[in-house]
């Protein structure tokens, strides 16, 4: 296994839409577990294809993952979701303070729908349905939309993202002197 480099904003890849995954394969699975490893390493609760360069429709989470009282980190419930799909939406919707790794440093609150159903492919191809709601399921939507080339920035007023964005330049000017 091992930790793959992130893409970061302003990177095109996180903006494209990305392909469909046709077939199920070891190397796959290869992907699907250096991604958890990526995620894992990066503090992320998820990850998404195209923040690590490929624009496939595969995605993974762990949303239960902690730290125990000793502050060492303790995985959850890791997750892979290979071509998923919001399949249901509620009408009701939350706020949620999101961020992402491709933005780092930086959050907003974004609205999402509180209740969804997703339909994907596990790691052995099996189709399946995950009912989702509140964290779970803004952590998936948010997951789904880098698929579709779209990040939680993108979501907020043009003026919410413009500041953001040059909290993000300013921060990333800091680094670098
Ligand atoms: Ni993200």
């Not at 949303?63 to 890791?78: I, L, R």
């Not at 961020?99 to 930086?106: A, D, E, F, T």
């Not at 698929?147 to 993108?154: A, N, R, V």
């Amino acid at each position: 296994m091992s930790v793959l480099p992130l893409r970061e904003y302003p990177d095109p890849v996180l903006h494209q839409k990305c392909a469909p995954i046709l077939k199920i394969d070891d190397a796959l699975r290869t992907l699907a577990s250096d991604m958890l490893e990526t995620m894992y390493a990066d503090r992320g609760v998820g990850l998404a294809a195209p923040q690590i360069g490929l624009s496939k429709r595969i995605i993974v989470i762990d949303a239960e993952q902690k730290e125990d009282e000793n502050g060492h980190h303790q995985k959850g419930n890791p997750m892979c979701l290979i071509n998923p799909e919001i399949i249901y939406k509620s009408e009701e919707t939350i706020f949620f303070c999101e961020g992402c790794l491709s933005v780092p440093g930086q959050s907003a609150d974004v609205e999402r729908y509180q209740k969804i159903k997703v339909r994907y492919q596990d790691i052995s191809g099996l189709v399946k349905e995950i009912e989702a709601e509140d964290y779970l399921a803004v952590v998936l939507q948010h997951e789904i939309d880098h698929l579709d080339g779209i990040l939680y920035i993108d979501h907020l007023s043009r003026l919410k993202r413009n500041m953001l964005l040059k909290k993000l330049e300013k921060a990333r000017s800091e680094q670098t002197k």
